[in-house]
C-alpha cells in the first residue's frame, strides 16, 4: 500500500529524525511504500521561527532583537545540517507549508507518526495538519503519536475528540495519552513503541554504516541534554569530577558551548549515534537519548525536563522497570554505580516490540 507519514521530522533535533528513518525503515519491511510528509510550517523554520520564539520569550522590543541576533546563526546552521541529514535518511514527497496545500495528497492510508505531533508547535498552538485533518477519504491511522503532555484545557479537549474521532485506527506513545483518549471516549489499540525502539542496535548500526566491532576508546560521560535546565548541566560536571572520567557534551546547537564539558556541535547522524554507543555513562533529559541508551544497553541518569514534558520520559523508563535511573537528589551520584540489569530490559523490550509490530500490522490492515 501507499502510505504517507506526518511526523514532526522538521526540527532541527536528533530524536525527530532518527523516529522518522525508523518509521519509514518499519513500514518499508513490512511490503508498503512509504514517505514522509515533507510538511514545515513557515513560522518553523528560519527567521520566523527564531522571530516567533522570541515574541514568546519577552515582550522588552531589545530583548527580542538580542535574542534574533545572537539564535538566528546558530538555527540557520542547525538547520543546513540537519536539511542535508534529511535529504539523505527519509523518503519526503515534495514540500508543503500549508495545510490547504496538503489537501492534493493522495495515499492509501495517511499515517500520522511519533514524536510530539499531537502537542503545541513553536507558538504554542495545535496544528489540525497532524491530526489529519486535509484528508477527506483516505484511511487515517497514528502510530506512537504522543501529546507532548497529559494536562489540557476543556476546550482543547473538545478538539481532540473532534479531530480524532474520524481515525480508523490510534496507538499511541504514553501511557498517560491512553488514559487521556479514554477519558475522551475515543477507541485506541493501546500504548506502542517509539519507532526508534522497533530496531536492534544491530539494524541501527546497519543504517546508519556503523563498525560497531571498533573499540570506544578512553572512557567518556556523554551529556545529550535538550531543555536549558542549569541543575542538569552542573550535575554532569560534578559527576565527571566524582568519577575523574572526561565529559563530553554533544548537541545541534552551538550554545552549549558554555555548559561544561568537551563540545560537539551537530555531528552527522552516525557520529552521534556512535557518541552514544560508546559513551561509558550518559546523562540526559531527553526522551530519545533515553531510547538509544536502551537500544545500546548503556549506563545512563535521567534528570526529567523542566517543564510539562517529563510524563513522557517517565512513560518510557516504568515501561523497562527503570524508573530508579531519574536523579532525585543532585548531589547523589551513585546510580551510576547501580548498574542496569539489561537481560531484563531486554525481555521486555523484545516483548513489546512483538507487540507493537502486531499493533502496527492492525492498523494497516
Not at 95 to 116: R, V
Not at 161 to 176: A, C, F, N, P
Amino acid at each position: 500500500m501507499d502510505i504517507k507519514v506526518i511526523t514532526r521530522h522538521a526540527p532541527s533535533n536528533y530524536g525527530s529524525l532518527l523516529q522518522s528513518i525508523a518509521t519509514l525503515c518499519v513500514l518499508k519491511e513490512l511490503g508498503h511504500q512509504a514517505k514522509i510528509i515533507d510538511y514545515v510550517r513557515f513560522d518553523e523554520i528560519g527567521f520566523r521561527k527564531v522571530q516567533t520564539e522570541a515574541r514568546l520569550k519577552s515582550h522588552n522590543i531589545f530583548k527580542r532583537i538580542l535574542y534574533l541576533v545572537v539564535r538566528y546563526p546558530i538555527e540557520k546552521y542547525a538547520e543546513l545540517r540537519f536539511d542535508n541529514m534529511r535529504r539523505k535518511y527519509l523518503s519526503l514527497t515534495p514540500k508543503y507549508h500549508t495545510s490547504q496545500e496538503l489537501e492534493n495528497l493522495h495515499a492509501d492510508i495517511f499515517l500520522t507518526g511519533s514524536d510530539q505531533v499531537w502537542g503545541p508547535i513553536v507558538n504554542g498552538t495545535y496544528d489540525s495538519a497532524y491530526f489529519l485533518s486535509f484528508v477527506n477519504k483516505s484511511v487515517k491511522v497514528s502510530y506512537a503519536a504522543s501529546f507532548g503532555r497529559d494536562v489540557f484545557d476543556l476546550s482543547t479537549q473538545v478538539q481532540y475528540k473532534e479531530m480524532l474521532s474520524s481515525y480508523k485506527g490510534i496507538t499511541v506513545r504514553e501511557d498517560s495519552a491512553v488514559k487521556l483518549l479514554h477519558e475522551l471516549n475515543i477507541d485506541c489499540l493501546g500504548q506502542v513503541l517509539d519507532p526508534t525502539l522497533l530496531l536492534s542496535k544491530k539494524r541501527w548500526c546497519k543504517l546508519l554504516d556503523i563498525d560497531e566491532t571498533l573499540p570506544s576508546g578512553k572512557p567518556y560521560i556523554l551529556v545529550y541534554q535538550i531543555h536549558n535546565d542549569r541543575n542538569l548541566s552542573n550535575y554532569a560536571i560534578r559527576l565527571s569530577q566524582n568519577k575523574n572520567i572526561r565529559l563530553v557534551r554533544v548537541n545541534p546547537f552551538f550554545h552549549q558551548i558554555t555548559r561544561g564539558g568537551y563540545f560537539i556541535c551537530c555531528p552527522e547522524l552516525k557520529d552521534f549515534i556512535s557518541l552514544i554507543m560508546n559513551a561509558t555513562y550518559i546523562v540526559t533529559d531527553s526522551f530519545h537519548g533515553t531510547c538509544f541508551s536502551i537500544i545500546f544497553n548503556k549506563q545512563f541518569v535521567e534528570i526529567l525536563p523542566n517543564n510539562k514534558t517529563g510524563t513522557r520520559n517517565m512513560s518510557l523508563l516504568q515501561l523497562f522497570d527503570l524508573s530508579s535511573r531519574v536523579v532525585s537528589k543532585y548531589s547523589d551520584f551513585s546510580i551510576v554505580d547501580h548498574n542496569i540489569q539489561y537481560d531484563n530490559v531486554n525481555k521486555l523490550l523484545e516483548y513489546a516490540r512483538i507487540d507493537s509490530l502486531n499493533k502496527m500490522k492492525m492498523l494497516l490492515k
